[in-house]
């Protein structure tokens, strides 16, 4: 390294308590791709009861003047906005040793994540910072005492703790939830690679769209942070199995049975099952993966494929082809774009990654890789932290440690020839829980069979075949929308999967009281509750008129046997129950009944108010069930009672603002049982933006 690069390269600054803190150089960070020192840490002290409090007042503040819809769409515009400066990230990403390819997934990924949390905000949760969880159910005879489930924000901090590998991604997909729960969140980045969460964070920053107090960064260690948390606060942690091990016992997180969440290295499988030949589509399909897992980030992925199962009698075949494959793979500085694999994150990894292949070698032969002295592109990756991508064949897969011990967090992975399908199955148990695994088969009896077994052991079982591939977003991709965290050695934690992820930052809480009550709390409608009628239909209201219990109970009508035959003339439905008499007294019911379709629109023909109104459309409907049948000659009627209101902020085709208002629909009969029960979904206009 150029003594002038150590005294030129900036020092990077910690986001505490709303002031970026740090001017005095500290820790030196060197380029894993020539050595140049390119940052320093910062040398000041962070006074961490400061930035608590500050998270816990100005931050909790500034989110509950919000709700789940506006930070939503806060989260969408955020999104947007790191997209439109992630040429910059790009560049910054660069120095981390990571090929364009491989930042995709932490940048675009990362703002991806945003977007997909946006949409489970919009979609799935109401106005206001309440989930009601579930229907309230009766626990009484008489219908006045009734339970249910919501959930709040916790009133604490989330202290996200990152690995090394996704400076980006990691930090944005813990936020993503924490922030549409509505907790703050103090990040710490790893401090190899922290130069490029501090990147982001300066243009989440610089967007304004951040709520004061939402988002602060440490740049270094957490002090004595940990220590001052407190039973509303969340710890989650990626990174080694030995340090989630060490910070979980930290006796104040136990003591205050704070949440800790971890992910940690986990020694994922993939299995070509034995259905497999060398000369089918699926066999390429598996090479490929396992190529792409070895190379994609230099192996410095929690989801990599470490152990690679194969039937005994493929081991010459795979070993061939993926040697093939990897052998055409350049190495070197990312910068050129001929490289497809870049650096290790940093000279420590390198370092380490060496001692744990020394460590698989003692149980396995080398296949491919290794070699002193492989082919570097680009001026001065000699002195870079670059390793081969590296294939090992285990002497004995039963054997105890080894493979299914040791992980070697780089581009190195060791074949596990397998004698059976359920020797595979065993085998993968082996790594002790997982993240992910990969079974590639074209056998649907194969994946019956196998996938419960692998489940019990693996965060995520992805199924692969020709037909899905096309589509596949990959082995080693955790999706929003999918959970991600594995048991045992895995961390036993889980992230994301859309809203399960929002609410491991939300405490639960059973409520039991009346229906008036429970509406009261929840905002949503329970039956039994205080409602409210008035001479204007429901229909006839603007969105922001509406109260919750707003209801109507409409007239009667009387079903005929000209109701069914018209009904099945219109739809085609001519079902023996509807018109075939001697069938239908043989049935359950012993006469005709009318259609459970022809119950729901005669029941829309008896709410709806037919004028122009402020009701937009009717998008669907939920939860319906025909609870008692109606013969010829019964007579039934319709509640429609305001039950939620979603204020989405968001405009209709035509630009007129609206609101989502769910209905609570009953149809009763002329002894007063329900006949049919339903949620129905309507667009509402609003008279305001
Ligand atoms: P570590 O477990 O050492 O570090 C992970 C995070 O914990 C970093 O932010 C680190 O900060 C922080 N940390 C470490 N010690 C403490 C402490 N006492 N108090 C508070 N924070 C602490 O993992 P590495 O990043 O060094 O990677 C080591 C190994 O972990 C890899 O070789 C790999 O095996 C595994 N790993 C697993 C990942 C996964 O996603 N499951 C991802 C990355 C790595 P700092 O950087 O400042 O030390």
């Avoid at 002290?45 to 007042?57: K, P």
């Avoid at 699926?282 to 490929?288: A, G, S």
């Avoid at 043989?586 to 008896?606: C, K, M, N, T």
């Avoid at 305001?642 to 209709?652: E, N, T």
């Amino acid at each position: 390294m150029s003594p002038s690069s150590v005294l030129q390269s900036p020092v990077l600054q910690s986001f505490i308590a709303g002031e970026w803190l740090g001017k005095q150089a500290g820790q030196a960070l060197a380029s894993p791709v020539n050595g140049e020192v390119i940052y320093h840490t910062h040398a000041e002290a962070i006074d961490f009861g400061c930035s608590l409090e500050f998270a816990r007042t100005k931050g909790r503040a500034s989110l509950m003047v919000m709700d789940f819809q506006s930070r939503a769409s806060c989260l969408r515009d955020l999104g947007k906005y790191l997209l439109e400066h992630k040429e910059s990230l790009y560049a910054t990403s660069l120095l981390t040793g990571a090929t364009r390819n491989d930042s995709w997934v932490d940048i675009e990924g990362g703002a991806g994540t945003l977007f997909a949390y946006a949409s489970v905000g919009r979609r799935e949760l109401p106005s206001g910072n309440l989930i009601h969880e579930d229907d309230a159910f009766p626990l009484g005879r008489d219908g006045q005492f009734f339970g249910s489930h919501i959930l709040v924000p916790r009133q604490g901090v989330a202290v996200h703790i990152n690995a090394f590998n996704f400076p980006i991604w990691g930090m944005l997909e813990k936020f993503a939830a924490n922030f549409l729960a509505g907790m703050p969140c103090i990040v710490k980045p790893a401090t190899s690679t922290s130069y490029l969460t501090e990147a982001c964070v300066r243009l989440m920053q610089e967007s304004g769209l951040l709520p004061e107090g939402s988002l602060q960064l440490i740049i270094g260690r957490t002090g004595d942070l940990l220590d001052r948390l407190d039973g509303q606060d969340v710890v989650t942690f990626t990174g080694s199995a030995s340090t989630a091990a060490k910070l979980k016992i930290t006796p104040n997180i136990i003591n205050n049975s704070i949440p800790f969440n971890a992910e940690a290295d986990s020694l994922n499988c993939a299995i070509l099952a034995p259905d497999v030949s060398a000369d089918s589509p699926e066999f390429d399909l598996f090479i490929k993966e396992v190529a792409r897992e070895m190379t994609v980030k230099a192996g410095q992925k929690c989801t990599a494929i470490r152990r690679v199962m194969i039937p005994e009698n493929q081991v010459q075949a795979v070993s061939e082809r993926l040697t093939a494959r990897l052998a055409k793979v350049s190495i070197g500085d990312p910068h050129l774009d001929t490289v497809r694999m870049g650096a290790l994150a940093s000279f420590e990894q390198k370092v380490d990654v060496l001692a744990q292949l020394e460590a698989l070698l003692k149980s396995s032969q080398l296949v491919y890789g290794h070699e002193d002295g492989f082919e570097l592109l680009g001026k001065g990756s000699e002195k870079g932290a670059f390793i081969q991508p590296t294939l090992l064949l285990s002497n004995d897969p039963d054997a105890e440690g080894g493979a299914h011990d040791i992980e070697a967090f780089g581009p190195i992975s060791t074949l596990m020839p397998y004698k059976n399908i359920d020797h595979a199955i065993a085998l993968a148990a082996r790594g002790k829980g997982s993240l992910v695994t990969t079974l590639v088969t074209q056998d649907p009896e194969i994946a019956r069979k196998v996938v419960p077994a692998l489940a019990a052991w693996h965060g995520r079982v992805h199924i692969l075949n020709e037909a899905s591939s096309k589509e596949s977003t990959g082995h080693g991709s955790p999706l929003p929308m999918l959970k991600h965290g594995g048991p045992g050695r895995a961390g036993g934690g889980e992230e994301l999967g859309g809203i399960r992820g929002v609410k491991h930052y939300m405490q639960r809480a059973a409520i039991q009281g009346s229906p008036t009550m429970l509406s009261a709390v929840t905002g949503e409608y329970v039956r039994g509750g205080e409602t409210y009628e008035s001479d204007v239909h429901p229909f006839r209201r603007y969105f922001e008129d509406l109260r919750i219990g707003e209801s109507l109970l409409t007239h009667r009508r009387t079903v005929t046997e000209t109701d069914i035959v018209n009904f099945g003339c219109l739809s085609g439905d001519h079902f023996y129950m509807h018109f075939d008499d001697i069938a239908a007294r043989d049935s359950q019911f012993e006469q005709r009944i009318a259609h459970g379709y022809f119950v729901l629109s005669a029941a829309a023909g008896l709410f709806v108010s037919p004028g122009e109104g402020p009701v937009l459309a009717n998008y669907g409907l939920d939860t319906l069930r025909f609870i008692t049948p109606v013969p010829i000659g019964d007579t039934i009627r319709a509640r429609l009672t305001c039950k939620r209101k979603i204020d989405q902020g968001k405009l209709s085709p035509k630009g007129e603002p609206q609101g989502v208002v769910v209905w609570d629909v009953q149809v009763t009969n002329q002894h007063e049982e329900l006949v049919a029960s339903y949620d129905i979904l309507t667009l509402v206009k609003k008279q305001f933006v």
